[in-house]
């Protein structure tokens, strides 16, 4: 079963929940929050908060889960059981995050932005992603980009597509966005396009 983390968006911040329950505060702190912001896309985290502010909480059962970082990045964090404080939604977690999210998506047949649990279209800002020099590295680095821990497959579709190319030569040394070269000018044909599986174990995502 995949744990996912649903971030929603309000101007007082963002609610956390995990597998669809609140997210406890015991153990959170600035490190937490910047290494959330960061996995779900964000350049960081501008503050976080806890308590009952949403009359929208009340529809989320209250989660015994906590999260512990002692830096700020993912693979310093932990997730754990912390029932004896996490009785009511006083202690819920919010966070803001700062700069603008990935500008990739995973979309469907009918244009409808998905999850990575199947195989789906790979579209940069509404635009495909062409195959030309696509790699391992390059799937990695863009399923964390999107919020994701890691790829789990992807293949070039030649399938027709009607969406123009957006982005080509995507090469990347490593399994991060930092490390890839890529151009917004192409060559490709528009049937020669990527598409990915974006599968973990923890999975963080925006909702709006």
């Known amino acids: 079963m995949h744990q996912v983390f649903n971030y929603i968006a309000h101007q007082q911040g963002g609610l956390l929940l995990f597998n669809g329950l609140t997210l406890c505060k015991s153990n959170f702190n600035t490190n937490a929050a910047e290494a959330v912001c960061k996995l779900i896309g964000f350049e960081g985290a501008v503050s976080w908060n806890y308590g009952k502010i949403w009359k929208i909480q009340e529809n989320y059962d209250i989660g015994s889960q906590c999260l512990a970082c002692s830096a700020q990045d993912w693979s310093s964090c ?98 991060n966005w930092k490390s890839c070269s890529y151009t917004t000018s192409h060559d490709c044909i528009h049937s020669k396009v990527v598409k990915i599986i974006s599968v973990v174990k923890i999975i963080f995502s925006l909702r709006v």
């Open 78 to 175: 932990s997730l754990n059981i912390y029932s004896k404080s996490c009785n009511d939604h006083t202690q819920d977690v919010f966070i803001t995050c700062s700069g603008n999210r990935s500008p990739f998506a995973l979309v469907n047949f009918s244009g409808a932005q998905v999850s990575g649990h199947q195989q789906f279209l790979l579209l940069y800002n509404g635009g495909t992603v062409c195959s030309d020099y696509f790699s391992d590295n390059s799937a990695d680095a863009i399923c964390r980009d999107m919020g994701y821990a890691g790829v789990q497959s992807w293949r070039t579709s030649f399938e027709k597509s009607e969406y123009r190319v957006a982005l080509d030569d995507v090469i990347c040394s490593e399994g």
